[in-house]
């Protein structure tokens, strides 16, 4: 990662909880039929913020996997104190290599913007995998609505992302037999992440410091802005289940 700021501290920047966040993940929930019981797993945690939001308001039991130690660290202190231990459980992992056994979650929830350069094939390969027959994968995505230009490319590539069209995300669902496909934008508008200057570099500082604001004002994050806003890139809920078959 770019700036030497993790995956799941720049998205936590872009993606203030009470305006972003929290919006997104309400509509996983729905789309997901959450309820008490229910065995689920969250690939790109980050810090543990949604699992612990998930696990508290459905009573769900689930577990976050991320790749970045320093979050699974967060993410474990944060349950103590939360009170949320006996619901949750977290481990660093690999998204394109889970150490769960076959066919044991009943939801999957995979935060692409979390993982640092995903291989968004084998990230959600993973999840048919380890999710059982008819279960719910749920995708949060960075996908083009737009074609990208070579500019649009190389900046995203900066900043660890790896979008893709929708066409080509509903095909990495369909080859890890997940099916029944729907799609949404999870914001419209570019609204998908913070927009103002000002608040961007309080919430950098905040963050990481300096770092944080330096993070912010690079120019890839200013390109990225742009993108959400003129709609060439936005973030997508994709939606399959699980073919029993295969």
């Not at 939360?82 to 769960?100: C, Y």
């Not at 949060?140 to 660890?160: C, E, N, R, S």
């Not at 998908?192 to 000002?198: I, S, V």
Request: hydrophobic letters at 45%.
């Amino acid at each position: 990662m770019p700036f030497r700021l993790t995956s799941s501290t720049l998205t936590a920047i872009i993606q203030p909880w009470t305006d972003v966040a929290q919006p997104i993940y309400r509509r996983v929930a729905q789309l997901s039929d959450a309820e008490p019981g229910r065995e689920t797993l969250w690939i790109g945690c980050g810090a543990g913020r949604s699992v612990l939001w998930w696990s508290e308001r459905f009573k769900t039991l689930t577990e976050g996997v991320d790749p970045e130690s320093a979050a699974i660290e967060e993410a474990d202190e944060a349950a103590r104190k939360a009170g949320l231990s006996k619901l949750t459980s977290f481990q660093v992992a690999d998204p394109t290599d889970l150490p769960h056994e076959d066919k044991v979650f009943d939801t999957v929830v995979v935060h692409m913007l979390h993982l640092p350069d995903p291989d968004g094939r084998k990230v959600l390969h993973e999840a048919g995998r380890v999710v059982r027959p008819m279960g719910t994968v749920i995708g949060i995505v960075p996908a083009w609505l737009q074609t990208p230009t070579p500019k649009d490319i190389k900046v995203v590539d900066k900043l660890g992302l790896r979008p893709q069209m929708g066409v080509e995300w509903k095909g990495f669902f369909r080859e890890a037999g997940i099916v029944e496909l729907s799609v949404e934008e999870a914001a419209g508008d570019g609204k998908w992440m913070l927009q103002k200057t000002l608040a961007l570099l309080v919430r950098g500082w905040r963050a990481a410091g300096w770092l944080g604001v330096r993070a912010v004002m690079r120019y890839e994050v200013w390109a990225l802005r742009r993108m959400a806003r003129k709609r060439v890139l936005g973030l997508s809920i994709i939606k399959g289940s699980r073919w029993p078959h295969g």
